[in-house]
Each structure stands twice: as structure tokens, then as C-alpha cells.
């Protein structure tokens, strides 16, 4: 029988709730939405980002976000697993970087490639993966981006670690 610490039960919690979350959000867009189907995806990823900063981030710490997307609309089937992964990459970049850099810096970009794949690259300014990072077996939350993003989204992950970290995202586009 494993025992956890209350500050390992209460961050369990913490991650558990953002992932609700970022679900919610999705919901919540759609909902706003005249089309019920769809959720502007730009407009979806500065919400996370915003609300995740606000979650992690002291209010005197230094970040520059730098978002640039193009106007992209994508169904509730995307959305959600896309949503989730997301939730992971910027968690772990607001919860890593910004103790090693007086400023954290983190970029996401996003747009469509001809033949209708969407295209994400989010990079945080911080201290990249550890050099014993196994991307296959280190944490949960590695894991749970590759399970939605190749599974769910039959896309694929590519992971870098020089001068931060840096995550690419390719997925085909469902037109809805």
C-alpha cells in the first residue's frame, strides 16, 4: 500500500481540476458559440493560457506569452483531446520553467498546412528535460499527451529539449 504526503495528494488534486477544467472551457465556448459544433481554436488556447498562468504564476513573476494563431475552427472530437493536451504542455511549462529564468517566455503557434493538418509548436524559454528524460516512461503527463494527440487525434508528437522545450503537434484537421 503506497502512502502519499498531503502536498502529493493536494498537486494530484490540482491536476485533476485543471484537466476538468480545460474540458469545461471547451463546453462553455461552445455553448457561446453560434455554431454548437465548433470552437475557435485560437480564442480556446489564450483562455487556457490565461487561466493557467493566473493557477501557476505569482503575481509578481515576469511572463511573456506570445501567441499566434490563425483562425481556426475545430469540433467538440478534437477539441477536448487537443484541450487536455494542452493543458499538460503549458502546466508543465508554467510549473518547470520559470524558477530557472527571471522571465519565462512561451511561445504557441498555430496553423493549417495544405492538405488541412493543423500544426502547433508550443516552446517555453526554461531548462529543457532533464538528460535521463525518457519521453516513453518518465511522467503521466508526457504520456497522456502521446496517448491524445497519436490516438485520439492520429496525429504526432515530436519533442525537443535545447535552450527549453519545445513541442510540435501535427494533426489532421476534421472538418465539421
Not at 122 to 127: A, E, F, L, R, Y
Request: glycine share 6%; proline share 5%; hydrophobic share 35%.
Amino acid at each position: 500500500q503506497t502512502r502519499m504526503d498531503p502536498d502529493q495528494v493536494e498537486n494530484a488534486f490540482k491536476l485533476l481540476s485543471d484537466r476538468i477544467q480545460s474540458m469545461s472551457m471547451i463546453h462553455e465556448r461552445l455553448y457561446q458559440s453560434d455554431n454548437v459544433a465548433t470552437i475557435l481554436l485560437g480564442e480556446y488556447i489564450e483562455d487556457l493560457a490565461s487561466r493557467l498562468q493566473s493557477a501557476y504564476i505569482p503575481e509578481n513573476a515576469e511572463v511573456e506569452l506570445d501567441i499566434e494563431t490563425e483562425s481556426i475552427q475545430i469540433g467538440l472530437n478534437q477539441a477536448i483531446p487537443l484541450g487536455l493536451a494542452l493543458n499538460e504542455i503549458l502546466t508543465n511549462s508554467f510549473k518547470h520553467a520559470l524558477p530557472q529564468q527571471p522571465v519565462l517566455k512561451l511561445q504557441i503557434r498555430v496553423k493549417c498546412e495544405d492538405p488541412g493538418d493543423i500544426c502547433l509548436q508550443i516552446s517555453d524559454n526554461g531548462p529543457g528535460l532533464p538528460m535521463n528524460y525518457n519521453t516513453k516512461s518518465t511522467s503521466l503527463g508526457t504520456h497522456l499527451v502521446n496517448i491524445l494527440i497519436k490516438e485520439q487525434l492520429h496525429g504526432s508528437v515530436d519533442l525537443k529539449s535545447d535552450q527549453g522545450t519545445v513541442y510540435k503537434i501535427k494533426f489532421p484537421r476534421e472538418f465539421v
